[in-house]
């Protein structure tokens, strides 16, 4: 590492890519073991878990996907019995999703195999460098996002 500490010289973006590459795998591959989602599915079932009624457009807000990927996840998720879909109470041309009693027991699941994976990067950080990494990383979001 230079002595600047730029980005470029850290190789910053490519080594937080190759991380989440890394660990998004070891995830899916949790995932897919426990049960039948992936890490993106399962960020949507927790998100229509915890906020449900939810309208399709907000969990593609959220979670930073364009909306016909959320139409393609969320007919995957129906499909596997995990959302239902119903007439918004305030506007009839919205439809809501609501997380089933499958869809729970998957997240539930989906919970188990993340642990595995936040196992693994205990093994591999101690607990000061995780604080930090973790306060880091909260900082470059929020800055990101400020732009």
Do not use: C
């Amino acid at each position: 590492m230079s002595k600047n500490g730029t980005a470029a010289e850290s190789r910053i973006f490519f080594n937080l890519q190759r991380a989440a590459h890394s660990l998004k795998k070891r995830a899916d591959y949790a995932l897919l073991a426990e049960g039948e989602i992936t890490t993106a599915q399962a960020a949507a079932l927790m998100i229509i878990g915890q906020r449900a009624p939810v309208s399709q457009r907000e969990v593609a807000r959220i979670l930073e996907q364009n909306e016909s990927a959320m139409t393609a996840m969320v007919r995957r998720l129906m499909a596997l019995g995990y959302v239902e879909r119903q007439r918004a109470a305030d506007d009839v041309r919205r439809w809501d999703l609501l997380i089933t009693t499958a869809g729970a027991n998957a997240l539930k699941q989906a919970g188990q195999a993340f642990g595995q994976v936040n196992r693994a990067i205990e093994a591999r950080l101690s607990p000061h460098e995780i604080a930090e990494l973790a306060r880091l990383l909260n900082l470059l979001s929020d800055r990101a996002d400020q732009s």
